[in-house]
């Protein structure tokens, strides 16, 4: 209860009424600078250690002034005398100068810390607050850049005082209040002087040690023991001295305080330099532990190298060997003893040269050599070694020099890495990349490459000759659409298998693609010996092809180039071969044809041609010319055909079987087609007007077999019938007879869709081709349209008579009209008449007219076959290569 109530008027004197009072410890005067840019940094929402530590000096400096502030307000003004204002002036002026460096740690003790506890002992608590607090003030000024470090020295002082005052007041020594520390006996006079050095010792490294904690991230009780433990003589001498002085001034006056001075001075220098002595000797101490430390860990290091290398050598996953610079083994690891088959002893009783692959031999041992005599540092490359079981073993090999003291010559370090298997993984990746999955045969990238090849020795020897053949297979589609892809792929297989046995043993055939395939002759050899080649595969193609049970005969068209002065490259030989080729399918195919120049001007016109009818085509510049088509009951016109016709502006009119075969082949039919369609329902609509509401009349527009193979074909025609609003009874599709062979079943369904919304189906040049009469009762066939080869003769002699008698009695049973085509004159008309066909069209009637004429024609009431004018013929239609 004594002490508690000590506690509570010390409080009272020195604090303001209402002000929380914060117990922390006195610092030093520290020298570290604050960073105050990073104490306002945040990390996952807690404050950083900078932070914290402004925050604490910040508490500090609040409660170090609010203490300061308490003792100034509290000073006895009675005690100010001419002594007190010598003894502060002193302290703080000179004595402050004098100060011991802490080693370790950046922080200082003054001189003026005994004169402090001397004041505390003459004129009591408060005024040793102000002085200690304003010597701190001053000394840190000196020392410190960072003014908030200067006063948080400054107001560590003032609390670590004001502790030692309150702590003194709480043991019951009131002389704190008078300074008349000379009443108490020796023993108490020498605990106060205890309890001074004491708390004076724990406030401020306390303080000290706090600020250390909190920048350095370490525990404070860590920081206080290993920088601020060791200082507390340091505070017994101070607070001690100040009591030496303070009983000797009592007995001899205040004289004894001057003459004190040159003696503390004295001993404060002393234990400066003995402190200068210990820190230079824990500084060599410390040099000297890191000094060894370094060699302690570069020894360790180097062990632990060793040891690692040892390790890296034995257990290596790939060969390491120590080789001497003549090729003797000298050490070897287990993986090249398992790479090669050879125990070690064997290794080290042999030489590398007697288990590389002689092949290798020079180049390798070139290679060491140069790196033993200094001109390389290394060397890598692929060898071939001998495996004790005679096998051969690919390695990725590695040398590099070591130096060995005890030679002359500096040793060899071989690396070997056994690259077998990707060595075989890469031919079977080179195999794959330059043959055919399918036949096993080169592919085209490989064949472009032989070719190139071969044409750099023609550059090299102008007696070199080379010959490509490029086949093609005839009708392949057709087997594969039948029989199936599977089955496709077997002829593929066969067909590769008959051309590797018409080969000379140094001649090359590759599969291109698809059913496309190519063979190279070179080197010396006669024209007579190519054209061998071609024979002897038609010859074996002649025979039939045995797919599953399935008997199945190919043809193909063979295009043959021998190189010329113009074939600068690969490219230029598989263009020439390949278009003689297409001279071969468009003379009747299963044949071969040599190519001549005149072909390439061919082709060039071809491509010119196509290119033309591309920009026809996508700009809609076709024509439709129409061919009255006449009943032979009343002679009246009952309807029209359609004829796409293309008046080009070089060339004049193109002949319809080039350009609609052209189309075909390169996929603009359907754009044709249509286009036709379109403008034949629009202009029909038109036509139809000229004739009565009851009158017969339809447009027969051409179908090509090609567009059957558009899924999209019927919904076209629809959406064309309701874009024109023509009505689809009026219209009529011309098909010929091979519309049953390429698409079957899927044709047949077309038709019927065709039929269901109303338009009418033809045969166009029935009898000319493909004729399968069981089609004939599938179909919802209208008409057939006899073709103009059986009209022509009926006029010499009745000739084909019977066989036009048998088709209209044919198409009669079956309930089918039949329009003759190609009539030219009037005994043809009148064999016709006396058959019962049901109508006719040719040029005894009208020849086709533009849409233009057509309207003439109608509107003369030409409608009869005895009112022809004359004058309204075609114009003539001519071919656009000869």
Known sequence: MIIEENLRRVLLKFVYPGNLLIFVSRDLTLLEPFNYAESFSFLNGFMTTDLKTKYYMFAVIALGF????????????????????????????????????????????????????????????????????????????????????????????????????????????????????????LDSFFAALSIIAIVQFLANTSLAAVYGALKS?????????????????????????????????????????????????LVYLSYRMYMKNITMSMMQAEQAEKHAEILESQARALRESEERFRSAFDYAPIGIALVSPVGDWLKVNKALCDILGYTEEEFLQSDFQSMLCRDNLGATLTKIHELVSGKISNCQMEQRYLHKNNKTVWASWSVSRVIDSNTDYPNLIFQIQDITDKKHAQEKLQYEATHDALTGLPNRAFFLQQLENALDSVRSDRRYKVCVLFIDLDRFKVINDSLGHFFGDQLLIEIASRLRDCLRPDDLVARLGGDEFTILVEGSFKPEEVISIAERIQEKFSEPFNLGGHEVYSSASIGILHNTINHKSAEDMMRDADTAMYQAKRAGKARHEIFDENMHEEAKAILELENDLRRVVERDEFTVFYQPIYSLEGTQIQGFEALARWSHPEHGFISPEKFIALAEEIGLIDALGFQILRKACRQGLVLKSFFPLDAPFTISVNVSCKQFANPQFVGEIRSVLTETGFAPENLKLEITESVFIEHKEKAVEMLHQLREIGVEINIDDFGSGYSNLSYLMQLPISTLKIDRSFINPINVNGRNLEIIQTILTLAQSLGIKIVAEG???ASQLDQLRSLNCEGAQGYFFAKPMSFEKMTEFLENKNMSVTNIPSGYDEVPIVSLVQ
Not at 113 to 128: C, M, P, Q, R, W
Not at 133 to 141: C, D, H, N, P, T
Not at 218 to 236: A, G, N, R
Request: net charge neutral; proline share 2%; with cysteine.
């Open 217 to 265: 991230k370490k525990p404070i009780w860590e920081t206080w023991k290993s920088d601020y433990l060791w200082t507390f003589v340091t505070y017994f001498v101070g607070a001690f001295s100040a009591g030496a002085i303070y009983q000797a001034s009592t007995i001899f006056g205040s004289i004894v305080i001057l003459a004190s001075v040159p003696v503390i001075f």
């Open 823 to 825: 009539v030219e004159d």
């Open 66 to 185: 609010f203490c300061f502030a308490g003792a100034v307000v509290s000073l006895p003004a009675q005690k100010i005398d001419v002594h007190l204002i010598f003894l502060f002036l002193f302290t703080v002026l000179i004595a402050s100068r004098v100060s011991i460096e802490f080693p370790k740690v950046k922080s200082h003790i003054a001189v003026s810390d005994t004169f402090v506890a001397l004041g505390l002992l003459v004129y009591g608590g408060e005024i040793a607050v102000v002085l200690a607090a304003v010597e701190a003030l001053m000394s840190s000024w000196r020392f410190c850049n960072k003014k908030i470090t200067v006063f948080f020295n400054f107001s560590a002082m003032a609390i670590s005082t004001l502790l030692v005052v309150v702590t003194l007041e709480l043991f019951g020594f009131d002389a704190t209040k008078t300074g008349d520390f000379y009443s108490y006996s």
